[in-house]
């Protein structure tokens, strides 16, 4: 079946590194977005990708989609306590959002 | 600001039991979706409802699985006779006439627990 593989699993950081988490699709996606989940939440939307090769910015975070479609990355700069938390992509085929199996940001004390 | 809100917070139940599950979706949306996520895993897609019925399952969505709409306001999950692996937060989302291609607002889960 269709799958969204998204590495690493966790990725431990001081502050102020950066932490990046990619998404990789079996099959060509119509659009793909990105949810953050705080320890304890539910996930919130932060962006959707449309466009092939699309890239966009909010503040520190950076998101990319992949010119076939297929892949897509997010990229936080210099992180911050307030980052901590799982990074979910999901990529839409057809109807259904096929999610990641997410990757959890840690700073390291 | 408008949001997505689930009763109860916490279920627990005995296996073989039905639970219902609750959900309030936004005022003025459309399209409404259950998923799950076992503990410290991945966000499974269970079922998306569109026009009062079913517009897209899982394989996870089984026969025990059915979704309701029962008034203009409430979406509920229900599984008729719970297993020991269905132990998840359940999280119901919703979103706006763009629907199925826009962004999912999700309600702050309900906690099953089946003993």
């Known amino acids: 079946g269709q799958q969204v593989m998204q590495i690493p699993q966790y990725q431990h950081v001081q502050e102020g590194e950066d932490f990046t988490t990619y998404c990789n699709s079996s099959?060509?996606?119509?659009?793909i977005q990105w949810y953050k989940q705080r320890p304890g939440g539910h996930p919130v939307f932060l962006i959707q990708?449309?466009?092939s090769g699309e890239v966009k910015k909010q503040k520190r975070l950076t998101f990319q989609f992949g010119e076939a479609k297929k892949n897509s990355s997010l990229h936080i700069t210099a992180t911050q306590t307030t980052d901590v938390g799982t990074y979910f992509c999901?990529?839409?085929?057809?109807?259904?959002?096929?999610w990641g199996a997410g990757t959890k940001l840690i700073i390291k004390p | 600001e408008p949001e997505v809100t689930q009763t109860p917070s916490h279920q627990v139940t005995q296996m073989g039991q039905e639970v219902i599950l609750r959900c309030v979706p936004i005022?003025?949306?459309?399209?409404f979706y259950w998923y799950r996520q076992i503990l410290g895993q991945k966000v499974e897609f269970l079922v998306s409802?569109?026009?009062?019925?079913?517009?897209?399952k899982s394989e996870i969505f089984d026969d025990q699985f059915s979704v309701e709409r029962p008034d203009g306001s409430n979406f509920t999950l229900k599984i008729r006779s719970t297993k020991l692996e269905d132990s998840a937060m359940y999280f119901c989302?919703?979103?706006?006439?763009?629907?199925?291609?826009?962004?999912?607002?999700f309600g702050p889960g309900t906690r099953l627990t089946v003993l």
């Open positions: 989302a919703s979103s706006d006439e763009r629907g199925a291609y826009n962004e999912q607002f």
């Open positions: 990708l449309v466009k």
């Open positions: 005022s003025n949306h459309l399209y």
């Open positions: 409802f569109y026009n009062n019925e079913i517009s897209e």
């Open positions: 999901a990529g839409r085929s057809n109807y259904q959002l096929i």
């Open positions: 099959t060509t996606l119509s659009n």
